[in-house]
């Protein structure tokens, strides 16, 4: 461990200031060496994203992530400054981080100049090495690269003295990396001047051009439709990125569900009662998502965020506690009925290709919720199987649903259902009425689906009965 306090006690100690690239370079072949897990909670990216990340740090090229919204690409970007030294000396007090030997900035030259030896050290952490900022059309040059300091200026410094400069993100990330999410979305004149810093290593403020050799890892991100409409990004600022990585959404239901698990905030299991989520309904929840990716209805330029199916699970859980808690059962377990909170809650979450009433966008979530619940139902039934469900019902009984029903209601249906808990088996439930609750719900919602039985809605229940 190093703690060295001053420049001669740093470069007694043999410590070697290393650029940014070559920093991350190092670590990342230090990680590979070592066989780590380098994207650790990135999930699906395997065989795709991931090594084209790999090769790009160690190429030292800037990158760019291109992707629809939801997919993680704020993740790996912070994923990528966890591969920078876990500190680095600076010149100490100095805004933007100088390298104790070879600082850029006036002021520290000044005082390496006069301090020699004694210029003290400061030890600076991974996090205050990274800049990060939203582009929206209202970012301004100031914000990015920097603005002469009204302050300084009244302290009697000229405009043109580099010294009066208020430094902006660039320069606060100077050794380290910046990330600018949506780059498209960046005025022109900010482009103009982002591209300035980073090739031509000036900048220009109120007319003036200072040096300002800064070293900055740069990656950023944007939406891949936006990126390549001409004239949202000026070309030579394009050319700067020499990696264009193309993030995407889970490939399969799978990928997404273990997403679900790792993301979807359980609640914690002090309350009295136990959650539990079947798988049938965790693959539901994923299909919804699916489904709105390939809707033609659903805008397919923003995408469907894989955040709306870690709240859409979260939303199930919630509903499944409340009942749990009003009806004291020890464990919540989530059905069909408690979908209709889903359905309210992916509304507005999914934007229509044609910006509809309200009324459309219910209907359309309504459709795409019925086409998961069919599509999971038909991977675990083959509808002739259940003909003895159907026939049970065509001879007249009625069955009950709502998301307030104790589940012990729902063992009733073994009473007239023959084999009941065979036509549960394929879900591979645990035991317990809850279990049973849901399971049954679901075994009767495919089959109205698939149009063999009725379905009712009355008062905040629904009634299943026979179509004969
Ligand atoms: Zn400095």
């Known amino acids: 461990m190093n703690d060295s306090k001053t420049l001669g006690e740093l470069r007694a100690s043999g410590y070697r200031a290393l650029p940014v690239r070559l920093e991350l370079r190092k670590n990342l072949l230090a990680r590979l060496r070592r066989r780590e897990e380098l994207f650790p909670r990135i999930l699906g990216y395997e065989e795709t994203v991931i090594p084209a990340l790999e090769n790009a740090l160690l190429a030292g090229h800037d990158i760019i992530f291109l992707g629809e919204r939801g997919q993680a690409k704020s993740r790996l970007i912070r994923q990528v400054v966890e591969l920078l030294d876990e500190t680095v000396p600076a010149v100490a007090g100095c805004e933007i981080h100088d390298n104790p030997f070879d600082p850029i900035c006036r002021e520290c030259r000044e005082r390496a100049r006069a301090d020699g030896d004694r210029l003290p050290v400061a030890w600076i952490g991974r996090q205050e090495r990274f800049g990060e900022k939203l582009s929206t059309p209202d970012v301004t040059v100031a914000d990015l690269i920097g603005e002469i300091d009204p302050i300084k200026i009244a302290e009697g410094r000229y405009l043109a003295d580099e010294r009066a400069i208020h430094y902006g993100l660039i320069p606060r990330s100077h050794r380290g990396v910046f990330a600018v999410n949506e780059l498209p979305d960046l ?78 905030a359980y609640p914690p299991t002090n309350g009295g009662y136990q959650v539990a989520v079947p798988q049938f309904i965790k693959e539901i929840v994923s299909e919804l998502t699916f489904q709105g990716r390939k809707s033609p209805e659903v805008n397919q330029r923003s995408g469907v965020s894989v955040r709306l199916s870690i709240a859409n699970v979260e939303t199930l859980i919630a509903n499944a506690e409340k009942r749990a808690v009003r009806l004291g059962e020890a464990v919540a377990v989530p059905r069909i009925t408690d979908l209709d909170a889903v359905r309210r809650s ?19 979530v309504d459709k795409i919720l019925r086409r998961a619940v069919k599509e999971v139902f038909q991977k675990y039934y083959r509808l002739e199987d259940l003909q003895p469900v159907v026939e049970a019902f065509n001879g007249g009984h009625v069955f009950v649903v709502s998301d307030h029903q104790p589940s012990m209601d729902y063992l009733k249906a073994a009473e007239f259902v023959p084999d009941l808990t065979r036509h549960l088996a394929p879900l591979a439930l645990e035991e317990g009425p809850p279990w049973i609750a849901s399971g049954v719900e679901f075994l009767l919602e495919g089959l109205f689906l698939n149009q ?16 004969k």
């Open 346 to 364: 992916t509304e507005g979450k999914i934007e229509m290709e044609y910006s509809g009433e309200e009324k459309a966008e219910g209907e359309l």
């Open 187 to 264: 005025s022109e004149r900010v482009q103009v001047s982002l591209f300035n810093l980073l090739e031509e290593r000036d900048v220009q403020i109120k007319g003036y051009k200072i040096r300002l050799p800064l070293d900055v890892f740069v990656m950023a991100s944007a939406n891949p439709e936006d990126y390549t409409s001409r004239g949202r990004i000026i070309t030579p600022l394009k050319d700067r990125f020499q990696a264009q990585i193309r993030t995407h959404y889970p490939k399969t239901r799978e990928i997404e569900i273990q997403i679900m698990d790792q993301e979807c």
């Open 452 to 467: 063999k039985l009725f379905k009712q809605g009355v008062d905040h229940s629904f009634h299943f009965r026979g179509i």
